[in-house]
C-alpha cells in the first residue's frame, strides 16, 4: 500500500551550517522521523503565500502544523503581553491559510503546540499569552502528565493518564467553534483539542516528535492513508480513461 503524504510546515529563520549564514526553511529532524517511524512520508512546507494553500493541501493526505513562535496576538483581537515573543507573520499566515484548507477538504489535521493554538485561533478562539509551570527551563524539554476526557478521538488513541514532552508558555483561553478539549493537565490547561467525527482533526498542546510514543501521529497518519484509499476508490473506471484520454491528446 503506498504511503501517505504528510506534509509538516517549518520554520523560517537565520541559521548557520558549514561555511553559510542566511535565512533558511527549518524543521527540527524529530518531526519528519516521527512521521516517518508512524508509517507516513514526510514533506516540509515552507511559508508561501496564502492563495497557494488550497492547491498544496489538494496534493496531500494529512497535514501536521509544527511548533514555533507565538502566534501574533492580532489575530485573535489581544494586544501583546509582555512575555509574548516576536511575532512569525509569514508563518501566521499560511498556516492559517493551510489550516482554512485542510479543514475545507476534509484532511486529517494534526497542530503540534503552536499548531494547535493556531488552529484553536483559526477557528476563532483565544490564547492565554503567558502562563507559568510549563516550561522547565529556556530550551529544554520538560515532561508532565496529561489526562484524557473519556470519549474523544485523542482518549481512543492514548486511553490513558500519559507523560508527555512539553515546552509552552501559551494554551487555549476560549475554545474556536466547534472545538472540544479531549485532554488536560493537572493544572486544569487544555492540553488537547479536536472536532467532532467525522473530521480527523487534532490538535495536542505538547511536543510528540520529542517522545517516542507513535500514537498520536500514527493517528493522523492512518487517518489519511484512509482519506486517500477512498479518494483513489471514487474515481470511476469511466473517469480514469476519460482523464487518460484527455492527456494522450495533449501529449499528440
Known sequence: MTKPLIGVTTYLDQARWGVWDMRAALLPAPYPRLV?????????????????????????????????ADVEPVRYGAEPHPRTGPPARERDSWELALIDAALAS???????????????????????????GHVEAVGVI????????????????????????????????RLGTGLAPSAHAEDGTVEAVELAAPAWVLGVQWHPEMGEDLRVMRGLVEAAAAA???????????????????GAVGRA
Open 36 to 68: 516517518q517511524e508512524s508509517g507516513g512520508i514526510a514533506v516540509m512546507l515552507p511559508p508561501d503565500g496564502p492563495e497557494a494553500a488550497a492547491a498544496v493541501v489538494a496534493r496531500l493526505d494529512g497535514l501536521v502544523v509544527a511548533g514555533g
Open 106 to 132: 476534509g484532511t486529517p489535521l494534526l497542530g503540534i503546540c503552536r499548531g494547535m493554538q493556531l488552529l484553536n485561533v483559526a477557528l476563532g478562539g483565544t490564547l492565554v499569552q503567558h502562563l507559568e
Open 142 to 173: 520538560g515532561r508532565h502528565a496529561v489526562k484524557p476526557v473519556p470519549g474523544t478521538r485523542y482518549a481512543s488513541l492514548v486511553p490513558e493518564l500519559a507523560e508527555v514532552p512539553t515546552y509552552h508558555h501559551q494554551a487555549v483561553d
Open 228 to 246: 486517500a484509499a477512498t479518494s483513489s476508490a471514487s474515481v470511476t473506471p469511466a473517469a480514469a480513461a476519460t482523464s487518460a484520454a484527455s
